[in-house]
């Protein structure tokens, strides 16, 4: 037996209900006719319902069409989804359009995402922007990537600044970064901090396979002896 939501939907969806279209994509999907959901599906985002664009663009992209998804994840991501922001910014990061995917990333940092805003600023070091990877390795940094820290604290360290470096170093290293811990050792050792303290973050980088911390331990365990 038809559910009876059925025609009292598909009559305000025919009469131009964008949201009546949508629960009735929903419902068609769930009774397992997901042809004629996704019909009805393409015609709620077409008539601006962002939840419909960006579950369209969703299965666009599980489909392998991310040309075809992107339009619906914008339309989604500036109707305020942030989950469709953080999506639209790494197809556009990957496809190298980095101007582009700038506010996209940034909507989505201010969401707390981290990701996006690493892989921009991995792009713009590549590209040898380095203020602009230094602005977005910072963003995702505070977010939490330990990463994107010890990526910042590189930056600083080749302008000279070595107390801003030394600081991200840290934060990057009592993250568990491995080699944000031996960059942090290293930068110890030289201003002559407490050997113990180096030994420890040399521990953390070996531990981590950091080629070069396990040599640097056994010399700090020498001098320490």
Do not use: C
């Not at 993250?175 to 040399?202: I, K, P």
């Amino acid at each position: 037996m038809a559910d009876p939501d059925i025609p009292a939907l598909t009559r305000a969806a025919e009469q131009g209900d964008g949201q009546a279209a949508y629960q009735l994509a929903l419902l068609l999907k769930a009774l397992g006719q997901d042809q004629d959901g996704e019909q009805w599906l393409h015609r709620a985002a077409e008539r601006g319902v962002p939840d419909a664009a960006y579950d369209l663009g969703a299965l666009l992209l599980q489909r392998g069409q991310p040309g075809d998804a992107e339009p619906w994840l914008r339309r989604s991501a500036h109707a305020g989804n942030d989950v469709a922001a953080s999506i639209v910014g790494m197809l556009l990061v990957m496809a190298g359009r980095l101007t582009e995917a700038e506010p996209f990333v940034d909507q989505a940092a201010r969401a707390g995402e981290a990701p996006p805003a690493a892989e921009l600023g991995r792009r713009y070091g590549l590209a040898g922007s380095l203020r602009e990877a230094e602005t977005w390795y910072r963003k995702a940094a505070l977010l939490g990537d330990p990463d994107a820290a010890n990526k910042v604290g590189q930056l600083m360290a080749d302008r000279g600044l070595r107390a801003e470096a030394e600081d991200w170093f840290r934060r990057s290293a009592e993250a568990g970064h491995a080699e944000g811990a031996n960059n942090y050792a290293v930068l110890l050792y030289q201003r002559d901090a407490d050997l113990r303290e180096v030994f420890r973050w040399f521990q953390v980088a070996a531990d981590g396979g950091v080629p070069d911390a396990a040599s640097n331990m056994a010399r700090i365990r020498a001098a320490l002896e």
